[in-house]
Nanobody, 118 residues
C-alpha cells in the first residue's frame, strides 16, 4: 500500500528557511512524477511544485526562486527546500502524485504544518 509521510515543518520567522521531506513507501519515486501541495486556512488545496519522472521541476509563480523540489532516490523521498519564507506561505504542506493519479489514489498523508510569523 502506498504511504506518504511528510515531515520537517515548523514555526519560522519571515525570511527563514525550512526543508520538508516526504517519505514514500509502496512505490518508487524515481518512476513517478511527484508534487508538493499546500492548504492554507480557509482555502482550497493548491499545487506548489512538481518534479517529473525525468527530474524536471515546475513551480507555482509565487514560490519561483524561493522553493526547490527534488528527489532522493536512494532514500525514496521527495524534498522541498523553502527559502525566503513569507507569512503567506503558512499552510499545511502535503506531498502526493500529480497529473490525476493523486485523484485516483484518493489518499493523502497527515501533512506537515508550516507557520511563518514574526
Amino acid at each position: 500500500q502506498v504511504q506518504l509521510v511528510e515531515s520537517g515543518g515548523g514555526l519560522v520567522q519571515p525570511g527563514g528557511s525550512l526543508r520538508l521531506s516526504c517519505a514514500v513507501s509502496g512505490t518508487l519515486v524515481r518512476y513517478n512524477s511527484m508534487a508538493w501541495y499546500r492548504q492554507a486556512p480557509g482555502k482550497q488545496r493548491e499545487l506548489v511544485a512538481t518534479i517529473s519522472s525525468g527530474g524536471s521541476p515546475n513551480y507555482e509563480d509565487s514560490v519561483k526562486g524561493r522553493f526547490t523540489i527534488s528527489r532522493d532516490n536512494a532514500k525514496n523521498t521527495v524534498l522541498l527546500q523553502m527559502n525566503s519564507l513569507k507569512p503567506e506561505d503558512t499552510a499545511v504542506y502535503y506531498c502526493n502524485f500529480v497529473g490525476g493519479l493523486e485523484t485516483r489514489l484518493n489518499y493523502w498523508g497527515q501533512g506537515t504544518q508550516v507557520t511563518v510569523s514574526s
